[in-house]
């Protein structure tokens, strides 16, 4: 069964320093989606992505975030310069289409991000 | 701002037994409510999703809404061990945005 990816499971890396975290969303979805949950908080949703540009955002999405679709299969989250409160887990998710008869995601595995 | 407010638990059922877990949304205009399973340090998994009020069954699950009074329910019939997880109530309101809910954790006594 065709499953979202991600890499790296966990990443460490110090305060003020830029991240990506990457993800290969199932090949014939169309929406790509970020979220994050940090420890024992709610999942949040940061930002979806539909034809190559950002389709939705939410308030956490700020300008330390972006999106990119860089090739064919590809996902990626940068944050520009992190900071210890963006440590939390990091969902990519991939849906095939928006419509809300068929509005269902698929998660992928999670990366941690550890900011020091 | 939506919301989706779930009891954050424990709820301990003893093996075999029916766990009831209850979620409520904010907004009258959420039109797709999930649940999803969440095990400790892993991404969530989807289990059933309801767009209509009433009943829907899927196996050992079920799913209620009833848009009247913003309210959505999962049902798990002859609970096992392996269904010991945080549950997770969502919404979406027709755009891509899902909104979660903190999570029922359910333990279930073999």
């Known amino acids: 069964e065709p499953e979202v990816t991600q890499t790296p499971s966990h990443q460490v890396t110090q305060m003020g320093q830029e991240v990506i975290l990457r993800c290969v969303p199932i090949?014939?979805?169309?929406?790509f989606y970020w979220y994050r949950q940090i420890l024992g908080q709610k999942v949040e949703f940061l930002v979806s992505?539909?034809?190559?540009?950002?389709?939705?955002k939410s308030e956490i999405f700020d300008d330390q975030f972006s999106v990119e679709r860089p090739d064919g299969s590809n996902f990626t989250l940068k944050i520009r310069s992190t900071k210890l409160e963006d440590s939390a887990m990091y969902f990519c998710?991939?849906?095939?289409?928006?419509?809300?008869?068929?509005?269902?995601?698929?998660f992928g595995p999670g990366t941690r991000l550890t900011v020091l | 701002q939506k919301e989706v407010e779930q009891n954050s638990g424990p709820l301990s059922v003893p093996e075999g037994a029916i766990a009831s877990l209850n979620c409520t949304y904010s907004d009258r205009g959420s039109q797709s409510f999930f649940w999803y399973r969440q095990y400790s340090g892993k991404s969530p998994e989807l289990i059933m999703f309801i767009y209509s009020n009433g009943d829907k069954e899927d196996g050992r699950f079920t799913a209620q809404l009833n848009k009247a009074s913003q309210y959505v329910s999962l049902l798990i019939r002859d609970s096992q061990p392996s269904d010991s997880a945080t549950y997770l109530c969502?919404?979406?309101?027709?755009?891509?945005?899902?909104?979660f809910g903190i999570g029922t954790k359910l333990q279930v006594i073999p």
């Open positions: 090949s014939n979805h169309l929406y």
């Open positions: 969502a919404e979406s309101g027709g755009y891509q945005k899902v909104t």
């Open positions: 992505f539909y034809n190559n540009e950002i389709s939705e």
């Open positions: 998710a991939s849906s095939p289409q928006g419509e809300v008869t068929a509005d269902t995601q698929y």
